[in-house]
Structures are given as C-alpha cells and as structure tokens.
Nanobody, 120 residues
Framework: QVQLVESGGGLVQPGGSLRLSCAAS????????MGWYRHAPGKQRELVAE???????NYADSVKGRFTISRDNAKKTVYLQMNSLKPEDTAVYYC??????????????WGQGTQVTVSS
C-alpha cells in the first residue's frame, strides 16, 4: 500500500506565495518521478511541474519563473514553491508519483488534492 499525502494549500492574495508538500509512504522500493498537476473548474487537468529521478525537471509554460519544484529523497517528499500567484492559478493541485513497490511493480499514484485559491 502506497499513499501520497499533500499539504500546504489555502487562500492567498494575488502576488502572494504558497508552498505545497507531498509525502509518499508505504511499500516503496523506489520513487521514479514526482510531480504536480492542477485542475481548475471548466478546464482540463494540466501538468504543473515534474521532477524525474536523475534530475530532469519540466514546468508548464504558465508557471515558469514563478514556481519551483524540489524533492527530498530521504523524506520521500516533493515540494512546490509557488510565488507571484495569480487568480488563474486557482485550482485543486494533485501530487502524483511513479513508484516501484517492494513487490517489484511500478504504478502511478495520486494524492487526494489540495485547494489553492488566489483571490483578493
């Protein structure tokens, strides 16, 4: 059993900052990638940022220069530092991870989602 638990969402004014965290736990052999998606009302779910084992990082064009993804392998945790937030960043943010379990199988896992609201 593997779980991803997110924290750090909330309400922030435009121009403000938030830091999301996502901790993986359970029967984990290795974590191969971790990232964040978001889903805003009336829009498709989109990739925000991802970090792959080996260090490769990808960002959505809409967040480049404002968001930073990082990972603490020892804590099995991925972070998303969000600066200069805009109302259009309002969405439910989901952590995702490709994990090889101790049984030797690789699966994709999702967190429960955390709401980020950017509003004055």
């Amino acid at each position: 059993q593997v779980q991803l638990v997110e924290s750090g969402g909330g309400l922030v004014q435009p121009g403000g900052s938030l830091r999301l965290s996502c901790a993986a736990s359970g029967s984990i052999f290795s974590i191969n990638a971790m990232g964040w998606y978001r889903h805003a009302p009336g829009k498709q779910r989109e990739l925000v940022a991802e970090i792959i084992t080996g260090g490769s990082i990808n960002y959505a064009d809409s967040v480049k220069g404002r968001f930073t993804i990082s990972r603490d392998n020892a804590k099995k945790t991925v972070y998303l530092q969000m600066n200069s937030l805009k109302p259009e960043d309002t969405a439910v943010y989901y952590c995702t991870s490709m994990i090889t379990t101790t049984a030797g199988y690789e699966y994709g896992y999702w967190g429960q989602g955390t709401q980020v609201t950017v509003s004055s």
